[in-house]
């Protein structure tokens, strides 16, 4: 009888997230969704509240530009 999973292999995933014409927002960003019935947007990644998503992006989040650097 299985006694369930025996341990987790944990992997990293890097991914390019293509902005388009620039506008670095979350609405723009395919990991941005909108709560059904809340009137809210909310991050997949790190599952941030989106207070400002046609301005601005999450505080907390991921995607880092090599501008930045
Ligand atoms: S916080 Fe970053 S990763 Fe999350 S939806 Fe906004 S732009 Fe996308």
Redesign the pocket.
């Known amino acids: 009888m299985s006694r369930g999973v025996r341990f987790y292999e944990h992997g990293t995933l890097t991914y390019q997230v293509p902005f388009p014409d620039g506008k670095c927002t ?1 609405v723009c ?1 395919p ?2 969704y909108s709560e059904h019935g809340l009137e809210r947007a909310r ?1 997949r ?2 599952g ?1 509240i ?1 207070l400002y998503p046609h301005t601005e ?2 505080q907390i ?3 880092h530009f090599s501008k930045e650097d």
Do not use: D, S, V, Y
Request: with cysteine; glycine share 8%; net charge neutral.
């Open positions: 979350c960003c990991f941005c991050c990644i790190t941030e989106l992006r999450g989040c991921p995607i």
